[in-house]
C-alpha cells in the first residue's frame, strides 16, 4: 500500500486524547500477548505503526459513543434515550480500507470488527433502558435480562481480539493453528472486564456507561452480588478448562503475567460494591 496517495490512509482518526486512553491497552496487550507467540517489545516495534493506530482510532469511536450514552440523562422521559446516530460506521470502514490494503483485512478482523459495533450497539440500547429507569424497584426489574448482558459483556474486549488477529497476521501465524489460544483469551478477557466494570461500578453510574455489575443490580436489585458471583463462578470453570488445553509455553506465558499483575493491591479479588438502587439519587449527591 503506498501510503505517498490520497486515500483512507491519510484521513485523521484519532485525537491524541484517544492516543493518550489507548497507551494502557497497548501496553496490556504487548505483555500479555506477544509471548504467548513467543515474541518481544522488539517486535512489537516493527507493527507499533498499525496497531497502534487501529487501537487508537477504536477509542476515538469509544468516545463517542460515551458522549452518546452521557447524553441519555438528559433524555426527555418516554423516549428511552434512543439515539439514531452511529459515529463507529465510518470509523470501522477506514481501518478496513487500510488494512485491506496491507493485506490484514481478514475474515477473522471483520468479525470481531462486526462484534464492535454490535457491542456499542447493545451498550446504548441497554444504557437506555436502565436511563429510563434509574430507580430500581424492591426485587428488581423485568426491563433488562442476563441474556442481553451477558451477550454485550462477551464482546467489550473486542479490540483486543481485533489486535491479536492483527498481530497473527502480521507475524504469519494461521489462526486455526492457535484457535485453543484464542478461546481461553475470549474467556479471559471476559473475567478481566467483570472485575474491571466491579472497580469502575459507580463512576459508570453517573455516566450511564455500561457495567454487566449495573445491569444485574437493575434485574436483581439488593441480590445482585450473589447473582453475579454465580455467573463468575460458571465463567471461571470454563476458564480453568480452556486453559488445560494450552501449549505448555502457553500456559506459562499466562501464568507469569498474571503472577505480575497480582503486585497490585487487591488484585485476583471479586468485590461487590454496595448496590445503587437510585441511580437518579445517587447521580444528585
Known amino acids: 500500500?503506498?501510503?505517498?496517495?490520497?486515500?483512507?490512509?491519510?484521513?485523521?482518526?484519532?485525537?491524541?486524547?484517544?492516543?493518550?486512553?489507548?497507551?494502557?491497552?497497548i501496553q496490556d496487550f504487548v505483555l500479555s500477548y506477544l509471548p504467548y507467540h513467543g515474541l518481544s517489545l522488539v517486535d512489537f516495534l516493527k507493527?507499533?505503526?498499525?496497531?497502534?493506530?487501529?487501537?487508537?482510532t477504536i477509542y476515538a469511536m469509544d468516545e463517542g459513543n460515551e458522549e452518546l450514552t452521557a447524553d441519555m440523562l438528559g433524555s426527555e422521559p418516554g423516549n428511552g434515550g434512543v439515539v439514531q446516530v452511529d459515529p463507529?460506521?465510518?470509523?470501522?470502514?477506514?481501518?478496513?480500507?487500510?488494512?485491506?490494503?496491507?493485506?490484514l483485512y481478514s475474515a477473522h478482523v471483520a468479525d470481531e470488527l462486526k462484534k464492535g459495533l454490535e457491542?456499542?450497539?447493545?451498550?446504548?440500547?441497554?444504557?437506555?433502558?436502565?436511563?429510563?429507569?434509574?430507580?430500581?424497584?424492591?426485587?428488581?426489574?423485568?426491563?433488562?435480562s442476563t441474556g442481553q448482558l451477558h451477550a454485550v459483556s462477551a464482546k467489550k474486549s473486542f479490540d483486543y481480539r481485533v489486535l491479536h488477529h492483527l498481530l497473527c497476521g502480521l507475524c504469519?501465524?494461521?489462526?486455526?493453528?492457535?484457535?485453543?489460544?484464542?478461546?481461553?483469551l475470549a474467556l479471559d478477557e471476559w473475567l478481566v472486564d467483570i472485575g474491571d466494570d466491579l472497580v469502575d461500578y459507580e463512576d459508570d453510574v453517573l455516566r450511564n456507561s455500561f457495567n454487566i455489575y449495573r445491569g444485574y443490580v437493575h434485574i436483581f436489585g439488593a441480590t445482585a452480588p450473589l447473582e453475579?458471583?454465580?455467573?463468575?463462578?460458571?465463567?471461571?470453570g470454563l476458564h480453568a478448562q480452556a486453559l488445560a488445553l494450552l501449549t505448555h509455553a502457553q500456559r506459562r506465558a499466562f501464568?507469569?503475567?498474571?503472577?505480575?499483575?497480582?503486585?497490585g493491591p487487591g488484585a485476583l479479588r471479586w468485590v461487590m460494591p454496595t448496590p445503587i438502587l437510585d441511580e437518579a439519587a445517587y447521580r444528585s449527591q
Request: aromatic fraction near 8%.
Open 1 to 25: 500500500m503506498d501510503m505517498s496517495k490520497e486515500g483512507p490512509s491519510t484521513e485523521v482518526t484519532v485525537s491524541f486524547h484517544a492516543l493518550h486512553r489507548a497507551r494502557h491497552t
Open 47 to 56: 507493527w507499533w505503526d498499525v496497531l497502534v493506530w487501529v487501537e487508537g
Open 88 to 103: 463507529s460506521h465510518q470509523g470501522f470502514a477506514t481501518i478496513g480500507s487500510v488494512l485491506e490494503g496491507l493485506g
Open 119 to 144: 457491542y456499542w450497539e447493545g451498550e446504548r440500547r441497554l444504557c437506555a433502558a436502565m436511563a429510563a429507569q434509574p430507580r430500581i424497584p424492591k426485587g428488581g426489574s423485568a426491563m433488562l
Open 172 to 184: 504469519g501465524i494461521e489462526r486455526n493453528n492457535v484457535a485453543p489460544l484464542f478461546e481461553f
Open 228 to 236: 453475579l458471583a454465580r455467573h463468575i463462578g460458571e465463567l471461571e
Open 255 to 263: 501464568l507469569k503475567r498474571k503472577d505480575a499483575a497480582a503486585e
